[in-house]
């Protein structure tokens, strides 16, 4: 059995994402858990169910699926959750479905106060070395049928309040974004939403756009990944090939942007030690830029991925065309997260008596994405191994200067954005191990292969000191960073600037 947490440390949703690596092998494997509270009487207790995080049928995530009962009405033991894509039902107690299709469910036990599960059964190696990489509480907001209403209040009745959920999964609300339309037209895939959000200068409607995307592609209003095919002609005596998309999945050179005032990495306002508001000021604007093209760069992967992934696998370098449901589905959460980070720091800036825009900002992240822009492996690599990777080991000398300061209200934000970084330094690790995992002629070392595009594709030292505890939280044990990892690409005065500078991305 594996520990997962004290059951009241679940009482903050009725819902959560749990994300296990195994500490032998690198694989990772994603779960529900869910809890329903005892009857209004108090009766029955607090029951826990636990399934796989998608949908056998085509990898759709269940997280945001509405659960409903199949015949007493409101008995939890009847309640099924349904697959927002394509309607399979899968029984909570059983994982059965009314169509003979199943999904795996696992045994769930509270001892003690605490909750354990009889974990999924690694590829290779043994049950006992699976960790746990994250407990991520899903909101409610788009599970619910109207004919479901009882049961959802069920699910709400173990809520604590919503603003403890509010940094889960939700990018914050503000006037400046209620008022924003939605797209018209619609995008219909996936690839449409992120090229959508690329080419969106506005930061307001980037956040509004990033959140619309995501919430299309949990609830299943967008069930198409899309993003192009190969297309195949006769030239002589060969074939020759040529990637076909709509121009409204071409993602663009660089992502739009609006009136900002633009210098060269290291020529920014002085940010200084944070001992002043001015300073504090400098150091959350230059993090709300970060926080942009974090969102960018989170979409930019997205939009190139289907081309990637199929050329390599027409290369004979990848056992598969096409990447499973849930490399788009990790890559919106960590755009989601982003946008939330974006809208946290603008909103302190406003509260502080300045607005994201005041200061200079520098685009040089975009050159390293520019440079990896045709290899997963590489992007994945230096954006989210080594940029993303620098930031959990700047947040803390960051949120210390704040603590002195004793400005509480940045801190707290500065916290929940450290929280979902480690996130998404496991995110990059679990791909790239995925891929290495699936390499052909034969498989990858994930380090290995690491080091050699960080040499390839990055420039200078990569340099400490490093937060190791976080980062191994991640994924990267030393092995990944340490020995003089040390880039040999030559780019312009810009990327230098860049990732000399150490700046973190993300």
Same mark, same amino acid.
């Given at each position: ?103 795996? !469910? ?28 994250? &407990? ?21 009745? &173990? ?36 090229? &959508? ?79 002043? !508001? ?46 499973? !449901? ?98 998404? !330094? ?81």
């Amino acid at each position: 059995m594996l520990r997962i947490a004290e059951a009241v440390a679940l009482k903050t949703s009725a819902r959560h994402h749990l994300t296990l690596r195994h500490g032998k092998t690198a694989q990772y494997h994603s779960l529900l858990l869910f809890t329903f509270p005892s009857d209004k009487e108090g009766h029955g207790g607090t029951r826990y169910y636990c399934m796989e995080s998608t949908c056998p049928h085509l990898g759709a995530p269940l997280e945001n699926a509405s659960i409903e009962d199949v015949e007493d009405e409101g008995d939890i033991e009847d309640a099924v959750i349904v697959c927002p894509w394509h309607e399979y039902d899968f029984n909570l107690k059983t994982g059965e479905s009314s169509t003979g299709m199943s999904t795996c !469910v696992y045994t769930v036990e509270e001892r003690d106060g605490e909750i354990w599960i009889d974990p999924p059964k690694p590829d290779v190696g043994s049950s006992d070395d699976w960790e746990i990489v994250e &407990l991520r509480p899903v909101s409610e907001a788009f599970t619910a049928r109207e004919k479901n209403a009882e049961i959802a209040s069920k699910m709400k009745a &173990l809520h604590v309040d919503d603003d403890v959920q509010s940094h889960g999964d939700a990018v914050p609300s503000s006037g400046e974004t209620a008022s924003i339309p939605p797209p018209d037209p619609l995008p219909t895939t996936v690839i449409e939403w992120a090229v &959508l959000v690329l080419n969106t200068p506005e930061p307001a409607k980037k956040v509004h756009y990033t959140r619309l995307a995501v919430t299309a592609f949990r609830s299943g209003e967008v069930k198409q990944i899309g993003g192009g095919r190969w297309s195949t002609t006769k030239d002589g005596n060969d074939n020759s090939r040529t990637w076909v998309r709509k121009d409204s999945e071409i993602p663009p050179d660089m992502p739009a942007r609006q009136d900002l005032q633009v210098v060269r990495p290291g020529q920014e306002a002085k940010r200084g030690k944070g001992g002043t !508001v001015a300073s504090r000021i400098a150091l959350l604007h230059s993090l709300a830029s970060i926080e942009q093209w974090a969102i960018d760069l989170a979409f930019d992967i997205i939009a190139r991925a289907p081309q990637i992934a199929a050329k390599m696998h027409a290369d004979g370098q990848l056992d598969s065309a096409k990447l499973p !449901v849930s490399f788009y589905a990790d890559f919106l959460k960590v755009a989601l997260d982003e946008a939330k980070h974006f809208t946290l720091l603008s909103e302190r800036l406003q509260e502080m008596g300045s607005y994201f825009g005041a200061l200079p900002v520098h685009h040089g992240l975009w050159e390293s994405a520019e440079k990896t822009a045709d290899s997963l492996l590489a992007r994945i690599s230096v954006i989210h191994l080594v940029h993303e990777a620098r930031g959990l080991d700047a947040n803390p000398m960051t949120i210390k200067k704040f603590c002195n300061a004793k400005d509480d209200d940045s801190v707290k934000i500065l916290n929940i954005i450290h929280s979902d970084e480690c996130t998404h !330094v496991g995110c990059g690790h679990r791909w790239l191990t995925w891929l290495c995992a699936h390499a052909l002629p034969e498989p990858l070392d994930p380090v290995q292969t690491f080091r050699a595009n960080v040499r390839s594709n990055f420039i200078g030292k990569v340099k400490g000191p490093f937060n190791v505890e976080d980062r191994a939280r991640a994924g990267l044990t030393r092995e990944w960073y340490d020995h003089d990892l040390k880039g040999e690409s030559k780019g312009s005065a810009q990327i230098v600037g860049v990732q000399r500078a150490e700046i973190p991305g993300g």
